[in-house]
Nanobody, 124 residues
Framework: QVHLEESGGGLVQTGGSLRLSCAAS????????MGWFRQVPGKARNFVAC????????AYADSVKGRFTVSRDNAKNAVYLQVNSPKPEDTAVYYC?????????????????WGQGTQVTVSS
């Protein structure tokens, strides 16, 4: 069983930056693609970014392209989301997830394991 734990969330101002981390424990997450999603109260969880098992392929939601960067360190069993130039509309709970496969997938149903989430609040 893989356990995912996000960290690095908090309060950030527009124009600032922060880095979210996702640490995997238990059975390794290395053979799998990983993704980041976000959710605001009362709304559906939305795709943010994903990365293949090797890190060779990535994909982003249009709303974050050019501002967010997903990366991974398989030696540390960790995935990261660098958030640059955040906007108030980026405020949400951010979740990392482990895919069923080693490839990238943008679909929520393509993910088998989810973390508990970390809150990111962007103030203007």
């Amino acid at each position: 069983q893989v356990h995912l734990e996000e960290s690095g969330g908090g309060l950030v101002q527009t124009g600032g930056s922060l880095r979210l981390s996702c640490a995997a424990s238990g059975r390794t997450a290395i053979p799998y693609g990983m993704g980041w999603f976000r959710q605001v109260p009362g709304k559906a969880r939305n795709f943010v970014a994903c990365i293949s098992r090797t890190g060779g392929s990535t994909a982003y939601a249009d709303s974050v392209k050019g501002r967010f960067t997903v990366s991974r360190d398989n030696a540390k069993n960790a995935v990261y989301l660098q958030v640059n130039s955040p906007k108030p509309e980026d405020t949400a709970v951010y979740y990392c997830a482990r895919s069923y496969t080693g490839e990238i997938t943008l679909l929520e149903q393509g993910y088998a394991v989810w973390g508990q989430g970390t809150q990111v609040t962007v103030s203007s």
